[in-house]
């Protein structure tokens, strides 16, 4: 029996760098051009209609050393792909989602937070869990364990 | 017919304003005690036991420290109930110096006393960093009978403290 993501796999075939599957879902790795045509496709094509979470990796012994992922969902079929796209330190940016997925937004925003990720496209960038005036994106690894940046000055 | 010894000679001046200076602490401390009104500064999970410890099989209604405030200007127990981030610091810092003299603070369980196990970039490791705290509870959460007796020993402090008519912000 060949399942619906063996399917998307293979149509998909040409474009991806790399397949493999994943507690039952399909896990592309695509390089940073290919993430929004082969996003539009999953969504169109294949009905993977809700984007469910935009986060990132920090592998500070590699190169290049983010990883942005993406978990989308198909309401209609139930099954579900993961999208890594790497980027480097120094040009650490992809596109933007939010042409396809309003829920892009904020978990874009959150994403440009934590490990300032740039998204390329997506109007507001603004922080969402940070506060103004934060430096830093504190889910880095070099981002110090105990670095604290308080809006009230210590009495002690 | 046995002599009384008299308290005072009878062409000594009145005493009774010594006598009311010094039991005008122990009336005020003995109202106050009995009537905390407490402003919840809720911000977590340590919430669930703050209902817990109000409602009837603890009742902190047995001490005077039944009704919620919401106005931090009408409340002079501040109970800080949860972990307090960077972000809401500023609100924290803001709600007491609205409340009105006599105040008292209480760190409520491990987070609001020192940060509990939130050492990062997100958290204020412990709310004396940013008010004065009268007592510290702790516990993660604190047991309903550890919020009573941090209740109970902070009526003793008020009762036997120095409650002047006048003082210097006032």
């Not at chain 1, 960038?125 to 308080?150: A, W």
């Amino acid at each position: 029996m060949t399942s619906r993501l063996d399917n998307v796999q293979q149509q998909l075939g040409l474009q991806v760098g790399g397949a493999s599957r994943s507690h039952g879902s399909l896990v592309l790795e695509l390089a940073r051009a290919d993430l929004l045509p082969v996003v539009q496709r999953l969504k169109t094509e294949f009905a993977f209609d809700l984007l469910l979470d935009v986060t990132a990796v920090d592998w500070p012994l590699k190169t290049p050393r983010f990883e942005v992922v993406y978990h989308l969902y198909s309401t209609q079929h139930r099954d579900r792909v993961r999208i890594k796209t790497a980027v480097e330190l120094a040009d650490p940016a992809v596109e933007s989602l939010v042409s396809l997925y309003g829920s892009a937004h904020f978990m874009e925003r959150e994403c440009h937070d934590m490990y300032g990720i740039v998204f390329r496209g997506n109007p507001d960038l603004r922080p969402i869990l940070l506060y103004e005036g934060f430096v830093g994106h504190p889910l880095r690894k070099d981002y110090g364990k105990h670095d604290e940046q308080p809006l009230v000055p210590y009495r002690i | 017919m046995a002599k009384t010894i008299p308290i005072r000679t009878a062409n000594a001046p009145s005493q009774a304003f010594e006598y009311f200076s010094t039991k005008k602490d122990e009336l005020v401390g003995w109202a106050r005690k009995f009537s905390l009104f407490p402003y919840p500064f809720v911000t977590a999970c340590c919430a669930m036991e703050f209902m817990a410890v109000s409602s009837t099989p603890y009742d902190t209604d047995r001490f005077g420290a039944a009704l919620p405030r919401f106005s931090p200007r009408q409340s002079d127990l501040l109970m800080v109930v949860g972990t307090l981030t960077h972000k809401q610091a500023p609100i924290l810092l803001k709600v007491y110096e609205q409340m009105c003299e006599p105040k008292w603070v209480m760190a409520f369980g491990a987070c609001a006393t020192s940060g509990g196990f939130y050492q990062n970039y997100a958290a204020v490791a412990g709310i004396d960093k940013i008010i004065p705290v009268d007592i510290y509870v702790p516990g993660c959460p604190p047991r309903p009978e550890t919020v009573i007796d941090a209740i109970m020993k902070l009526q003793d402090r008020i009762a036997h403290s120095h409650h002047p008519i006048i003082n210097k912000n006032f």
